[in-house]
Structure formats: structure tokens, C-alpha cells
């Protein structure tokens, strides 16, 4: 199968923000190996025109997401500086239709590499973690796709925010900080941190074993999104959405054209 | 609708619960059953139960999340009343006869002043309350497979099975209410997770709409009630021999075991 040209396709609707169909109802056979190669060569465009790879997302972080998907085990995409938004404000242009969470990041002091690796691996390696929103949005018609379409669609990534103030990674149990999110002022979503695979840590511990399969690793500087605390809800023009976490601050993210 | 049907109801549901066989919702018979007539027939179940020699210890507050209130087609919470005979520790095996259980993570407040209405507003709820402190509770339904509208579930003592309270009360003035996180783990498993300001933006608002309800009825909260204000999460089915665990961060924890 000509994975460039499928790659080729998907990086034409991620630029153009239009929908398609999804890959698996037009190609028989594809694997999830298939899709990590379709997410790897479509990503590596952006890199050749000059965008920079600053970290990793996890997705499917949670047993609800990864029944509805019908999965085992999470998933993980690229994250490049053209997704990063330097203010909380996210622009609906250029975007399908995008959907917001609340998550956790860490950010990196040491490289991070290997199939073995443990939480406290992952702790002497951190710099600090930092709360953060991300604004996903499937290239898929109706965000509805099975693994191997969300896999090549580089995990449905769009844009995120960190937050300002970062945490040490040592005084706050992120598994218990609770999350508020609001929708112009309304409770939309609430959660806590164990809703990422029982605790954000092992996000990032499963993040750098499903990179050592293909040879890679997560950087000194680098951000891990370590997956939705809460369900991802759409996003409209002039929404105000703000997300609280437990002893760590507010993010405010404003919706515009 | 009329007396004999209030009765007849109240003593349908009461033969449910003792029987542990769930009845067709009562809105099958009687979709235009009103808000009142439901908690009359309520009422008249909870006098049963008191003459029986059961205590009353407080209340529970249901449908106090958008989500909840959407499915149901209302625009407010609804109330039931909790029994001594429903009340259990942390680390019990829960043997409380039950049809169809579901646990929800709430806080529970313990009173240490009457609230009485109406105008009773948060800040009133936190200065009557002595301490908040994390809380299982198992709902249950006497209508079949949870099929229930809003008159059904009043009826039906909004759905009241049992409770289990932590050990180690918070006070109030150094609980977080609204971005408190709640994990709750089913046989080690996390299964849900919320935080308190699901519950209507901020729980002491849901005791505040209960305050309030009870006065337009001609009763008060009391010094010591404990009141459930309501659930952060959505309610999850248990089976028996589960073991359930909600921790609420600094607030404490609480855990059961389903008797097999």
C-alpha cells in the first residue's frame, strides 16, 4: 500500500482544515504499525517546512475512550511549535470542528528512552508540570474514526496551551487534583487526574515505551500532554472557556473567527 | 389525584423494597403524577419506616448535575430521606438488601446548626455546617431497570439505598468545595473521576436548594443532619463482592465492599 500517498492526502486536509472519509472504509487492511508510518511521514512534512517537533501527546488515556474505540491501550501523536498557542486565545480558523480538554504536561530536564522504564524514571527526569488545555480536532468527518484513522490523524492534535505557572512535580498528588471546567461560566466537565490511566505518570512511562518501538525518545525540553482529564467539549466563536485545577491555577482560554 | 392512590403507590413501592422485586415506573400508570404527589407518596413511606422505629438522620439530594437533570427534563434537584438503618462505616461489607446498586461519590455535610428557610443562600449553608466529609452512596431503584422519570424517583425516596461516610471529617473552613478531586475505584480500577462543582457549581448550593425546598414543605434541616449533597460523577452499577474506593484528595477517603 502507498503509505506516502495516504500521508500525502491526510497532510492536505490537516492544512486545508476539510474533512475526510475515513481511511479505513477506503483501504483494506491498514495496521496500526501502517498508521504510526502514515503519522511519522505526514508529520515529517511539517518538519520540512520548517516546523520543530516539541513534544508528545498521549490520547485514549482513559478505559471509557479506549472502549469506545474498542482498544487496550492508549495512543500517542507528534506535537510541533506551530501548534503551540503563545496566548490563551484559539482561533477557529484552520480548525474542523475542534473540541478542547483539560490536561496535565511535563515538561523534561533529561532524555527519557527505553522499554523499561518506571514512574520514578519519569520523576528524576521531569523539570516541572504544568497545566495545560488542548484543543483537538479529527479530520475525520463527524470525529468519528476507528484506531488505526485517529493514529494516522496524528492523534486528532490541533493546538494546546501551557499554562503559565509550573508546578514542581513533588508537592501535588496528580492523581487527586480535581479539574473544573466552564463554559462561559457554566460547569461543563469535572474530573480528576486519575482519570489518565489511573495517574498522569503513567501517561508518560507508556508514552516513552510506545516510542522505543520505533526507535525514538522523549528530549531534554521536551512537553509530554499526557491525555484528557475530562471529556473533550466542542468549542464555538466568542466562547469563554475556563479550566480550574486543584492547586494549580486557572487557565482562561478565549474562542474567536 | 386522590388519597387512596397516594396509598396504594407508597404501599407498592414499600412492597418492592421489601420484596426486592422492582415495580414498572408509576408514570406508566400515571404520566401526569405531580412533583407534589410524589413527594406525598414519599412522605407517606418515610412515616411508615419511622413508626417502624427507624430514625431519620438527614437527607440526600439527587439530580444535581446538568447532565442528570437534561435526561430527566428538569430544571431542579430533587430530595430523599436517609434512615439510621441506612447508614454504614468505612470498610463495611454492606449487606443492606438492594435490587439494582449504584455508587456515587459525593460530600456528605454534617450540620451543627438548623438551617431553616427560605433565603438561604451558600454562605449560610457554610456557617451552619460543621464539616464535610467524603461519602458512598449506593442508589438504588424499586422501579425496573432504572427506567425512572422524575415523579418515579421522588416516589421512590429519590432512589435511596444506603450510605457509607468517611472517618475523618474535614472542617469546613479548610475544605476546598469546588475543585476537590474525587477518584473512585472499583476493584482497584478507576472508574470515574469529577470534582465537587459538578454538583450545581458548588455543593453547600445544593444544601442551600435543599433548605429551601423542605421550608416551602413546612420542615427544617437540623443541628446534626447529615445531608448528601449530590453526586461529582455519574452513578456506576456494582455487583456483589465489589470493593469500592473514593478518594477525595485532602478531604479524605472512604471505601465498602458489596456483600456477596
Redesign the interface.
Known amino acids: 500500500m502507498n503509505l506516502q500517498a495516504i500521508a500525502d492526502e491526510l497532510y492536505r486536509h490537516q492544512i486545508s482544515a476539510t474533512e475526510l472519509e475515513k481511511l479505513t472504509v477506503r483501504y483494506d487492511g491498514l495496521s496500526v504499525d501502517d498508521a504510526y508510518e502514515i503519522q511519522q511521514i505526514c508529520m515529517s512534512q511539517y518538519m520540512n517546512a520548517g516546523q520543530k517537533l516539541v513534544g508528545w501527546k498521549m490520547g485514549l488515556t482513559s478505559?471509557a475512550k479506549q472502549r469506545s474505540v474498542g482498544v487496550e491501550e492508549p495512543i500517542f501523536g507528534h506535537l510541533l511549535d506551530g501548534m503551540e498557542l503563545y496566548e490563551p486565545h484559539v482561533s477557529l480558523t484552520g480548525l474542523i470542528h475542534p473540541r478542547v480538554e483539560p490536561e496535565l504536561a511535563f515538561i523534561f530536564k533529561h532524555r527519557l528512552e527505553g522499554d523499561r522504564i518506571l514512574p520514578r524514571d519519569v520523576w528524576l527526569a521531569t523539570e516541572c508540570v504544568v497545566p495545560a488545555v488542548e484543543i483537538i480536532d479529527s479530520r475525520y468527518k463527524n470525529f468519528s474514526f476507528t484506531l488505526v484513522d485517529v493514529v494516522a490523524d496524528n492523534a486528532s492534535s490541533a493546538k494546546f496551551y501551557l499554562a503559565e505557572q509550573a508546578y514542581a512535580p513533588y508537592q501535588i498528588?496528580l492523581?487527586?487534583?480535581?479539574?473544573?471546567m466552564?463554559r462561559n461560566g457554566?460547569?461543563?466537565q469535572?474530573?480528576?487526574?486519575?482519570?489518565v490511566l489511573?495517574h498522569p505518570v503513567r501517561s508518560v512511562v507508556e508514552q516513552v515505551r510506545m516510542l522505543s518501538r520505533i526507535g525514538k525518545a522523549v528530549e531534554p525540553g521536551m512537553v509530554v500532554l499526557t491525555g484528557g482529564?475530562t471529556e473533550a467539549i466542542y468549542i464555538h466563536d466568542r466562547d469563554q472557556i475556563s479550566v480550574?485545577?486543584?492547586?494549580m491555577g486557572e487557565i482562561e482560554l478565549s474562542v474567536g473567527q | 389525584m386522590a388519597e387512596y392512590r397516594v396509598q396504594d403507590l407508597a404501599a407498592e413501592l414499600s412492597a418492592a423494597e421489601r420484596a426486592l422485586r422492582a415495580i414498572p415506573p408509576l408514570t406508566e400508570r400515571f404520566p401526569d403524577m405531580s412533583m407534589e404527589t410524589a413527594y406525598q407518596v414519599q412522605l407517606m413511606n418515610v412515616e411508615t419506616k419511622r413508626q417502624a422505629g427507624d430514625r431519620i438522620v438527614g437527607h440526600k439530594i439527587g439530580l444535581t448535575s446538568k447532565p442528570m437533570q437534561q435526561m430527566l427534563g428538569v430544571s431542579e434537584p430533587d430530595f430523599g430521606h436517609l434512615f439510621a438503618s441506612m447508614q454504614y462505616q468505612s470498610g463495611d461489607v454492606v449487606d443492606f438488601p438492594l435490587i439494582q446498586p449504584k455508587v456515587e461519590p459525593e460530600l456528605a455535610f454534617l450540620l451543627a446548626e438548623d438551617l431553616p428557610g427560605p433565603n438561604v443562600d451558600v454562605y449560610a449553608v457554610l456557617r451552619a455546617t460543621r464539616a464535610v466529609v467524603p461519602a458512598i452512596e449506593v442508589i438504588d431503584s424499586r422501579i425496573a431497570d432504572w427506567q425512572i422519570r422524575l415523579a418515579d424517583t421522588i416516589a421512590d425516596n429519590a432512589s435511596a439505598g444506603c450510605f457509607v461516610l468517611g472517618d475523618e471529617p474535614t472542617p469546613i473552613g479548610q475544605a476546598n468545595l469546588t475543585t476537590c478531586g474525587a477518584v473512585l475505584k472499583i476493584n482497584g480500577e478507576v472508574a470515574e473521576t469529577g470534582a465537587g462543582a459538578a454538583v450545581m457549581g458548588h455543593p453547600a448550593a445544593a444544601v442551600a436548594w435543599l433548605a429551601n425546598r423542605l421550608s416551602s414543605l413546612g420542615t427544617t434541616l437540623r443541628a446534626g443532619d447529615i445531608v448528601l449533597s449530590g453526586a461529582v460523577s455519574a452513578a456506576v452499577p456494582v455487583c456483589a463482592g465489589d470493593h469500592i474506593l473514593l478518594s477525595f484528595g485532602r478531604l479524605g477517603r472512604v471505601e465498602l465492599t458489596m456483600a456477596k
Open positions: 478505559k498528588a492523581d487527586q487534583v480535581g479539574v473544573v466552564r457554566e460547569v461543563v469535572t474530573g480528576a487526574g486519575a482519570a489511573g482529564i480550574s485545577f486543584e492547586g
